[in-house]
């Protein structure tokens, strides 16, 4: 039996704890292959590959080691739409928080995979972390 979106949804968020391998993995697992992932106001990808090239270049530019994810709110549509407020606390290779910011975002899910998933942040959050150097390469791909 297929999963609900909502259980999906955090189902896709609880696998980015436990490290980098494993965050990459459910991206893979979770996008279709067209899949569109818009993050406001970073950055939009398409499909699983560019996700995950997104991801390596954090791993590669700040020490991204994986993202522990506090679910506030989830809300679901009839039509697969889920809604998430949530804090993403991205963590690097140390265990140091490199920064912890709220997020709001939509997942469209169709046949079990997220097919578009927009994501709207405060980017003065990120701009703190930017002033001190850690994600400013990120911010200006």
């Known amino acids: 039996m297929p999963r609900d979106p909502t259980t999906a949804t955090l189902e896709f968020l609880r696998g980015w704890e436990p490290g980098f391998d494993a965050m990459t993995s459910s991206f893979a697992d979770a996008l279709a292959?067209?899949?569109?992932?818009?993050?406001?106001?970073?950055a939009s990808t398409a499909g699983p590959d560019e996700?995950?090239?997104?991801?390596?270049?954090?791993?590669?530019?700040?020490?991204?080691?994986?993202?522990?994810?506090?679910?506030?709110?989830?809300?679901?549509?009839?039509d697969g739409?889920?809604?998430?407020?949530?804090?993403?606390?991205?963590?690097?290779?140390?265990?140091?928080?490199?920064?912890?910011?709220?997020?709001?975002g939509?997942?469209?899910?169709?046949?079990?995979?997220?097919?578009?998933?927009?994501?709207?942040f405060d980017a003065a959050t990120f701009g703190g972390a930017a002033a001190r150097g850690r994600l400013t390469a990120v911010l200006r791909r």
């Open 106 to 120: 939509a997942m469209t899910w169709q046949d079990g995979r997220i097919t578009h998933w927009r994501e709207l």
């Open 51 to 78: 996700a995950i090239a997104f991801l390596r270049r954090a791993q590669r530019l700040l020490g991204l080691e994986r993202i522990a994810v506090d679910v506030l709110h989830v809300a679901a549509t009839t």
């Open 81 to 104: 739409v889920v809604l998430t407020h949530r804090v993403d606390h991205l963590i690097d290779r140390r265990g140091r928080t490199i920064v912890s910011a709220p997020v709001a």
């Open 33 to 42: 292959d067209e899949g569109v992932w818009d993050q406001r106001p970073i």
